[in-house]
Structures are given as C-alpha cells and as structure tokens.
C-alpha cells in the first residue's frame, strides 16, 4: 500500500518509514480510543505499545531531546483525559491522536514553559 493513503478511509494499514515499522488498522486504534473514554486502562497500554514509537519520532522532530520523554508521557495523558471527546467515524482515530501530539509538541517548544530557573542558570537556551 502507498503511503500517501488517506488516513480516513475505514480499512486502510497504515505502514511505511515513518511509522518506525508500525503497522495497525486504524479500526482497531479507534476502538481503543473509544474504550479509553470509557476508562480502560488496558486500551490506554495498548495504545501506549503501539503508538509510543510513532509519537517519539514525530516529538523529536521539533521537542528538545531531552524533553521528549515527557513530552510523550505528556501525549499520552492528554490522550486519555480527552478520550471521551472522541466519537469513532467523525475523524480518523490516527489523525485525532496526531492532533494531539501537535499540541503537546507546541507546549513544549513554547519558551513560557521553561521554568525560569533552567533558562537563568543557562541550561535551556531559548
């Protein structure tokens, strides 16, 4: 399948060198945000496993190495409080977590959340 499929077609796989060798029906991811809205932990576990790959490489392209760790930790939390939000077939479950992920990754390269004691002492440059 080509990459450049569209990511709300129901039945598509999504795979290729910038999913980091992850391949899943976005059906499935789908149903695992819905089961997190209803506050499955389980769901939250198998998303982690399935999507923490994809959302490290796409933190790293803007998040400072060594705030990315909790910059996806920070995904992943946003993800589970929103869950509920998210009505399956309104918008591709991948899109909606990317979303999310673009979010995140803004918080983290805004310069207002450097506490001003790492940005003083010249440990994070902005």
């Known amino acids: 399948m080509a990459d450049t499929a569209s990511l709300s077609d129901p039945g598509i796989v999504l795979s290729g060198p910038w999913t980091g060798g992850w391949s899943c029906e976005t059906g499935f991811v789908s149903d695992l945000l819905v089961r997190c809205g209803r506050d499955d932990q ?12 994809v959302v490290t490489s796409a933190v790293s392209l803007s998040v400072e190495p060594q705030r990315v760790g909790d910059c996806v930790r ?30 995140v990754s803004v918080r983290f390269d ?17």
């Open 74 to 103: 920070d995904v992943f939390v946003d993800l589970w409080r929103d869950a509920p939000g998210y009505r399956a077939g309104s918008v591709s479950a991948v899109e909606w977590i990317m979303d999310r992920v673009a979010t």
């Open 110 to 126: 805004s310069p207002g959340d450097v506490p001003a004691e790492l940005g003083d002492a010249g440990l994070i440059s902005r």
């Open 42 to 53: 389980g769901a939250l576990a198998l998303l982690f496993d399935l999507l923490s790959p």
